[in-house]
């Protein structure tokens, strides 16, 4: 596709239980960001990978979260053991390079904890 | 320390009117780059411009405007004869050359009435 996409688009579960969010980046682009949105806020950043190392996972709340990038593509953001402060919308966004082309989010994955 | 400030919380305006949404950073990087996103209701962020540090002209793409003074720490964003469409919440946001992430600011939510 054209854009950066993720899936699923939503996602409710329950408290305590393991949870894989995936983002399909613009192809080609090298730089790949997670963040976390919550209602009424500016996103937050939460891990980058430049191919399919992580270059910076500050931004990771805590051990409960996880993401890979194993051949410099596909992503996927793991949380384990979910809490209900957990729920927001992840949103996903590639790069070509760091930083040169600008940033393109898609579309996010809400994802509620009950 | 990064750090976007978006003063304006909220703002509403009857169609045709010149709006001016203001953003103020903090950055002790040399080289930095500024972003505009819009947020209509459906969720997905837009990116609308992306100025880097060393390049202070003023541009100007259609209805929207950029103006970046380095001198304020601001990168305001005027919207002329504004539309119904323009509705959004929007987004300043900073990435330093020492990091890779964006830093986003609250956010301005704009509304335009007919």
């Known amino acids: 596709g054209a854009g950066v996409s993720q899936t699923p688009s939503n996602k409710v579960t329950e408290k305590g239980k393991y949870v894989e969010l995936r983002c399909d980046p613009i192809s080609g682009h090298t730089a790949l960001y997670w963040y976390r949105q919550s209602l009424g806020q500016g996103p937050e950043f939460l891990i980058y990978f430049q191919g399919t190392g992580a270059a910076d996972d500050s931004g990771l709340p805590n051990d409960r979260f996880f993401a890979v990038r194993p051949e410099g593509s596909v992503s996927t953001l793991k949380i384990q053991r979910t809490e209900r402060g957990d729920s927001a919308v992840y949103l996903c966004a590639s790069s070509p390079q760091q930083w040169t082309g600008g940033t393109f989010f898609g579309p996010g994955t809400r994802l509620t904890v009950l | 320390a990064q750090k976007v400030t978006q003063a304006q919380t909220e703002i509403s305006v009857v169609e045709k009117e010149d709006v001016t949404l203001d953003c103020v950073y903090e950055t002790r990087d040399t080289t930095y780059y500024l972003f505009w996103y819009k947020q209509p209701p459906s969720g997905e962020l837009v990116f609308l411009i992306r100025?880097?540090?060393?390049?202070?002209q003023n541009e100007i793409s259609g209805r929207y405007s950029w103006n970046f003074q380095k001198s304020t720490s601001s990168f305001n964003f005027t919207i002329t004869a504004s539309q119904v469409v323009d509705s959004a919440v929007y987004f300043c946001a900073l990435v330093g050359g020492s990091q890779g992430n964006l830093i986003f600011g609250k956010g301005t939510k704009l509304s335009v009435k007919p």
């Open positions: 100025r880097n540090s060393f390049d202070e």
